[in-house]
């Protein structure tokens, strides 16, 4: 089902917050980090392997990708120019794209694994952007999501009710079982799903029981309340056969 905005107002929203995207998400420090952090967990890259990065803001992924893959290739693909402008500046070495979330400028089979953090709800068509992923990735190549489930809308507004935030701009936020159809229908392999920061704000010691609580509840309703869920896929020899 495709949503009802477009990647023009998706481009010309985070354009607008760009100036204040970096500053605000210092604040929540670690609950934004997290996904870094625990993505990177299920990339295993070689040396001379190529990762596409969708989409990569201010380039805050970077510092977690070049420490764990020195040498590996990173091709960054971005719906905001002002972000793109930004991440140049913080790493000038570094290869920094436009993207429209769906006509990817890369061979089929090109790259090793694909990075997209909070990407899939903010894709006019997320049917088409899953389905130009399984293309551009390689055959047993992993591909590493991650979203906030469909249950997420009404913290979100009590956050941004509450505090300082720069919103979500055009977004849908999908169920989990939605996203695991459009995983399915774009031929991967879906290896792993796993709900993530049950306390997302607060202190530490409440933050870390959160997580104690929801990783003992993978295979429950509970896993659903997690405000981050990762969905590690892969492409499998098979379906691309």
Not at 46 to 63: Q, V
Not at 96 to 115: A, E, S, V, Y
Request: with cysteine; glycine share 6%; aromatic share 12%.
């Amino acid at each position: 089902m495709k949503n009802n905005f477009t990647i023009k107002q998706v481009s010309d929203f985070w354009d607008s917050v760009a100036d204040v995207y970096d500053g605000i998400n210092k604040r929540i420090g670690s609950t934004h980090y997290q996904r870094f952090t625990e993505a990177i967990k299920y990339l295993n890259l070689k040396k001379s392997d190529k990762l596409l990065n969708i989409w990569s803001r201010t380039g805050n992924a970077m510092p977690y990708l070049i420490e764990k893959f020195p040498e590996v290739k990173i091709y960054n693909l971005e719906v905001s120019s002002k972000m793109i402008e930004m991440a140049k500046r913080r790493f000038p070495g570094q290869q920094f794209l436009k993207t429209d979330l769906t006509n990817m400028d890369f061979p089929d089979n090109f790259f090793d694994g694909i990075l997209s953090l909070e990407t899939l709800e903010h894709t006019p068509d997320p049917e088409r952007f899953l389905m130009e992923l399984f293309r551009v990735l390689k055959p047993v190549g992993t591909l590493i999501m991650s979203l906030p489930p469909r249950t997420a809308e009404l913290p979100l507004k009590i956050y941004d009710f509450f505090f300082t935030n720069h919103g979500e701009g055009p977004h849908r936020f999908l169920s989990s079982k939605e996203v695991k159809k459009y995983i399915k229908k774009a031929g991967f392999e879906l290896i792993l799903h796993k709900g993530t920061l049950l306390i997302p704000v607060g202190p530490k010691w409440l933050q870390e029981f959160g997580e104690k609580v929801i990783n003992l509840c993978q295979k429950t309703p509970v896993r659903e309340l997690g405000i981050r869920q990762f969905y590690i896929c892969r492409k499998g020899i098979s379906s691309v056969n």
